[in-house]
């Protein structure tokens, strides 16, 4: 047993993966190491222990051992003591020959990996924050959006009960803004492996498009270094989504396993998007997910067959613009954590977010664009939609670009943005009837 399998919640909180003393103490067979440390050997231009240890991500001390034996076994040779712990090393030809039937079996030349024991046991300790967030924390965490009270309570629950979260609403009113942020009311940093063993054969874990190291001033000065210290993963999959992406994936020219999406997501938040338009049938994902959502664990086929079981720790939020009836049944949705509808929003929700808008682009905004804003709505018959306010002042700033104009708001200027991004089927209705702003929010209910 090593000792990462014995840490607490407590000890890795404070001190993260405790830095290993002896070779066993990593979890993985030497046999592996020597074989890993060979490739490094071979890659370097100068084969210090003390450039091998970087490359391993080990102690120089291990690093020496390690080296020792490759040295005992005549695949390598002492060329330099250059200093005191650190000798230069020189590829033998028996070492080539090694290294090439190597090559063939597995091309990881990575940090050293830690056992799947060990991942697993970090992934659980670490999968529930320490700290329950509370209201100011969620509104903080979702101060960008304008959402009710309600919501904000439903996602309270979910973010301190970590489970899944079922969310539904129109195209538009804000759905997958609302997923992303929920990541960001979970307070702090995980460790994860850069690469996890099994069996002699490895998956790369650590993805720098998908987890983002934490700050220097949160991470100890010593720890073991096969870890890295990440903020806690957003990890939002859409229409690419299939079942085989959701296993391991096996580079036939690099012969080791990508982790799949769920594994890079541990610890943080897997978005489902746009669920329902996948190439797959709803039914056949939600099928893939249910004994992963129930038992918090995860089955993966490594290519010889043999299936390997890893956390599946993450918050998982469904997104979608379908109606619940036309994407599961009943006995899915029951296991479902949460349910949560985005509702378009009102009138004043509406100002509220193009105000906001607005002041982020430098636009000054008075009643009178707002009124002829609310007053095109409702000549149209058109629903508003939260991201609406965005899109029309994205095309306001184009257009103002293109003009050589100051940015400002006109009915002119108002009304060529619409027709840019609504089309021109309404653009020119007759404004026969207006109405003030503040006599169209007074019509609506006063929540936001």
Not at 92 to 112: N, T
Not at 133 to 154: G, Y
Request: with cysteine; charged share 25%.
């Amino acid at each position: 047993m090593s000792p990462t399998t014995m840490l607490s919640r407590a000890e890795v909180e404070a001190m993260g993966p405790p830095v290993p003393e002896e070779l066993t103490d990593l979890g993985v067979g030497e046999g592996f190491l020597c074989e890993l440390a060979l490739k490094h050997i071979a890659m370097l231009p100068e084969p210090t222990t003390t450039a091998v240890a970087e490359r391993l991500h080990l102690p120089r001390a291990l690093t020496e051992e390690i080296l020792q034996k490759l040295y005992r076994e005549k695949l390598i040779e002492v060329r330099l003591q250059t200093t005191v712990g650190s000798t230069r090393y020189a590829m033998l030809d028996h070492g080539w020959d090694r290294l090439i039937r190597l090559l063939a079996v597995c091309g990881y030349s990575g940090a050293a990996p830690v056992s799947l024991n060990d991942y697993a046991h970090m992934m659980r300790l670490q999968s529930i924050p320490s700290h329950a967030a509370s209201m100011d924390t969620v509104r903080q965490a979702f101060q960008d959006l304008i959402l009710p009270d309600s919501l904000l309570q439903t996602l309270g629950c979910v973010i301190n009960s970590r489970r899944s979260l079922f969310l539904t609403g129109l195209p538009g009113t804000g759905k997958t803004a609302v997923a992303e942020r929920i990541n960001g009311a979970l307070p702090g940093a995980i460790w994860i492996p850069y690469a996890v063993e099994i069996d002699g054969q490895i998956i790369r874990v650590f993805d720098s498009h998908c987890h983002r190291v934490a700050s220097s001033e949160v991470t100890p000065v010593e720890y073991d270094r096969r870890w890295v210290l990440i903020d806690r993963p957003l990890v939002v999959v859409g229409g690419e989504l299939t079942l085989e992406n959701a296993d391991l994936t096996w580079s036939d020219s690099a012969k080791f396993y990508e982790a799949p999406f769920q594994m890079k997501s541990n610890g943080g938040t897997l978005v489902i998007d746009d669920f329902g338009r996948q190439r797959v049938a709803p039914q056949d994902l939600l099928n893939r997910w249910i004994v992963p959502l129930e038992r918090r664990v995860d089955y993966l086929a490594l290519h010889t067959g043999k299936k390997i079981e890893v956390p599946f720790e993450q918050l998982v939020v469904f997104s979608t613009n379908l109606e619940e009836k036309d994407l599961a049944d009943q006995a899915f949705l029951r296991r479902m954590g949460y349910r949560a509808r985005v509702e378009p929003p009102t009138a004043r929700a509406y100002i509220e977010i193009f105000k906001r808008q607005a002041y982020n682009r430098g636009i000054q905004c008075d009643d009178a664009a707002l009124d002829h804003v609310l007053n095109k709505y409702r000549i149209e018959h058109r629903q508003m939609k939260g991201c609406e306010p965005r899109d029309l002042l994205d095309r306001i700033t184009d257009l103002c670009l293109f003009d050589g104009h100051s940015l400002a708001l006109s009915p002119a200027v108002i009304d060529v943005a619409w027709r840019n991004y609504f089309g021109a089927s309404h653009s020119f209705a007759p404004m026969a009837t207006q109405e003030t702003m503040i006599e169209r929010t007074l019509a609506d209910p006063l929540e936001l």
